[in-house]
């Protein structure tokens, strides 16, 4: 491939990865703000806000490191997710470090949840992790669990949407089968 397109090619993914990553850096929703707060932060709005959205951000990495098709998409967002991080008006200079480290616990841990195999639903496992990293109660089974399973539920799918709408999707022939594919 000659150097332009190559050239062209690489900022083209870049650009699909800040689109991704802007998506990810949406501020989560206010009744999910609220619930935290009440269960876990206590009364804390901005540790719950912050929380959630390390969470939504953390799950956004782990999908593109397992869902996305070109092997450079998980870096590209990695990247991408720092150098927002870097810009988040939300995040003074003095705190940057701080944050990146929080950031990364939450990462490493949501990543550990979603790549274990246990008899509980993953969902909820993130859920008790959210609680825990918020400061809430460790090993809730009850209503709380389901409510953050059910956030959780939805911060994947809005993920694997944002990826599929940045990135594309797989697209097969009709006469193809999915299996055939690795052969």
């Known amino acids: 491939m000659p150097f332009l397109a190559r050239w062209r090619a690489d900022r083209d993914l870049q650009r699909k990865a800040e689109a991704y990553v802007a998506r990810l850096m949406e501020d989560p929703r206010a009744e999910d703000v609220a619930w935290l707060a009440e269960v876990a932060t206590g009364g804390d709005e901005d540790h719950a806000r912050w929380e959630l959205r390390y969470a939504r951000r953390a799950i956004g ?3 593109a490191e397992k869902d996305a098709l070109d092997d450079r ?17 939300a995040i003074s200079v003095d705190t940057l470090a701080i944050a990146q480290q929080q950031f990364n616990a939450r990462l490493s841990a949501y990543r550990d949840v979603l790549s274990s195999r246990a008899s509980a639903p993953a969902v909820n496992r993130l859920a008790q992790m959210l609680l825990a990293f918020s400061g809430g109660p460790i090993g809730l089974k009850g ?3 389901q409510r953050g399973g059910a956030l959780f539920a939805r911060c994947l ?9 940045s990135f594309g999707g797989a697209e097969l022939p009709e006469d193809v089968k999915p299996s055939a594919m690795g052969r």
């Open 61 to 63: 990495q782990v999908v």
């Open 73 to 89: 998409t998980a870096s590209l967002v990695a990247r991408a997710l720092g150098e927002a991080l870097e810009r988040d008006p």
């Open 143 to 145: 209503a709380e669990v």
């Open 157 to 165: 799918a809005d993920a694997n949407e944002a990826l599929r709408g």
